[in-house]
């Protein structure tokens, strides 16, 4: 496979395949509570995919130029909190000074995103499997636009749902859990279609 092809499969594998929401299973916090409307899940999709990828240069940074050669990979858990709860405050003071209308429908789940397991799970794994900086940043920006895409496709979904004809029983979390659990079959089913 050429190195162009290698990196479509690459992305394909961090977004889709592999999807860090329905294959994964991290970030279920914000993929259900935020995902009733389109405009904050793609807000909150891009926030995500401007952090995961600016938290990736960080303590990719930081893991192979302070940590490492100082012998203290022990403290990297502690050491990428710090970093990406920086980046979040960073993102938070610029979403309610620029875009104060997102920064308002976002609500407290933007400041979550400093706990969101995607952020720091995207961190580990790029130290884990030992991605130089180039795949560190493609791997945050295909593995952020995967969480995006999951968060649309459910925001769509419920959107649409709401205006079913469906059983009083059956509507609100119910509804959005058995959805969650489809969509995640749909994209487990592609697990191994593309190998790496």
């Known amino acids: 496979m050429s190195g162009f092809g290698y990196m479509l499969a690459f992305i394909f594998v961090a977004m889709i395949a592999n999807n860090v929401v329905l294959s994964q299973f991290l ?93 720091m799970g995207v961190a580990l794994l790029n130290i884990d499997l030992e991605y130089n900086m180039t795949f560190s940043i493609v791997f945050a920006i295909a593995t952020g636009l995967g969480f995006t895409l999951a968060m649309a496709i459910m925001a769509g979904i419920r959107e649409r749902l709401e205006l079913a004809n469906t059983s009083e029983f059956f509507k609100g979390a119910p509804v959005t859990l058995v959805t969650a659990g489809i969509l995640a079959l749909a994209f487990m089913g592609l697990r191994g279609l593309v190998t790496i």
């Open 27 to 119: 970030g279920i916090c914000p993929f259900l509570g935020v995902t009733k409307k389109m405009d904050t899940a793609i807000g909150m999709g891009l926030a995500v995919v401007f952090v995961v990828t600016l938290a990736s240069i960080a303590t990719w940074l930081v893991y192979f130029y302070i940590l490492a050669p100082f012998g203290i990979t022990f403290l990297r858990t502690i050491a990428f909190i710090l970093l990406i709860a920086a980046l979040v405050q960073v993102l938070e003071m610029f979403m309610k000074k620029s875009l104060p209308s997102l920064f308002q429908a976002l609500g407290i789940y933007l400041p979550l995103i400093t706990v969101n397991c995607v952020i």
